[in-house]
Every structure is written in structure tokens, then in C-alpha cells.
């Protein structure tokens, strides 16, 4: 009887924890992937489909100037600095905490997020799962994510809390694309957090 690969279920799991708002923006980039030919789902594909279908995310760039620029960036990865991209995976080693078997375990309540930028990266032979159409460095966003939104008592995480994974992780193709569109990720966390702590829009 062949052996069933690991990635469906726990590609499953961690999906079903997002909010239909952020498996909206998931959808999106699964798609973009597809249209623009790219190897997988990767950082930039989610901050692009983020800051095209969040209100909340894009509230927290400020200015439209900003927002513009940061687009401006995005849809321009097909040249330039994005045709890198297409030779190699993208694993900036901001990777989650992982469980036996080399699944990623997802956060329950009160564990604390990890891979934030004042922690330190993989610890010797962690390794995410090969989930097909993901690169590590996007799976670690959406687990510490999740990570982040249970702590503090929510079920499911949000495209704000994955913008805030992606603003920690300085070496994923996303905060390239920040860094080049001239983005202060501190003043970038700063905002976030602000709007966290405020709570959801009313």
C-alpha cells in the first residue's frame, strides 16, 4: 500500500485556520502563481494579493503614494529582480517550530510565535514539510500567523497577522519588495500593532 504523502492534511489544517477574508487573499495568490507561471506561492505573491483584497492591510502603509509604490514594485517582478526569483526557492530560515514527522505544529493557545525577528532562526535539522506550491518561507508566514492571532485568543488568523510575520521576517522576497518601495518596516510594525491592539474595525 504506497504511503500517503503528509502535505495534504496538514495544508488542510492550516487553511481551515485562516479567515475566509485571508483564504480569500490565499486563493488570489494561488492564482497569480498560476497566470504569471512562478514555482510556488511565495511571500511576495501573498503581500501582493494582501494589499489588493485587505482593506485593513492596506491601511497601515498610510499614504496612497506608499500603497502605489509598493504595487508598483509588485507587479513588476516578472523583470529585474523577480527573473532571480524563478531559479530558486525561497527560504529566508524565519521558520516556524515543527512536530514529528517534520510537520509543522501548529500553534495552540499560548505558545509563543516563533521565528519573530528577535528570535533566532531554525534550530539544527527543523525543516518544514514539502507542501506542493508553497515555499517555506510562505508556510512560515501563515503558521506564525496563526501563532500570533492565538495568542491572542483568536481561532483564526488574519491578513493583518500574516502582513506582521511578513514585516518581521527581513529576508523573505516580500520585505525586498517593502525595502525597494522605501517602507519603514519598524514604522510598518509600529502601525500594525496599533491596529491590532485597537481591535476590528467598526
Wanted: net charge positive; with cysteine.
Amino acid at each position: 500500500m504506497p504511503r500517503q504523502h503528509p502535505a495534504a492534511p496538514v495544508r488542510a489544517d492550516l487553511e481551515a485556520a485562516l479567515t475566509v477574508e485571508l483564504a480569500s487573499v490565499v486563493a488570489g495568490a494561488r492564482r497569480r502563481v498560476l497566470r504569471d507561471g512562478d514555482r510556488q506561492i511565495d511571500t511576495a505573491h501573498l503581500l501582493h494579493s494582501l494589499m489588493e483584497r485587505d482593506p485593513e492591510v492596506r491601511a497601515v502603509f498610510g499614504s496612497p503614494a506608499q500603497l502605489a509604490r509598493v504595487l508598483g514594485y509588485l507587479v513588476q517582478r516578472s523583470i529585474g529582480y523577480g527573473l532571480a526569483w524563478r531559479g530558486s526557492v525561497e527560504d529566508s530560515v524565519a521558520l516556524p517550530v515543527v512536530g514529528e514527522g517534520g510537520a509543522p505544529r501548529l500553534p495552540s493557545p499560548g505558545t509563543a510565535v516563533p521565528g519573530t525577528a528577535q528570535a533566532p532562526g531554525r534550530s539544527a535539522g527543523a525543516a518544514l514539510p514539502d507542501l506542493p506550491g508553497w515555499s517555506p518561507s510562505a508556510v512560515a508566514a501563515l503558521v506564525g500567523a496563526l501563532a500570533t492571532a492565538r495568542l491572542r485568543g483568536d481561532t483564526r488568523a488574519a491578513g493583518i497577522d500574516v502582513l506582521a510575520r511578513i514585516a518581521a521576517d527581513r529576508d523573505c522576497r516580500a520585505a525586498e519588495v517593502l525595502r525597494r518601495a522605501r517602507v519603514d518596516v519598524s514604522v510598518l510594525a509600529a502601525r500594525i500593532a496599533e491596529r491590532v491592539s485597537a481591535g476590528p474595525a467598526a
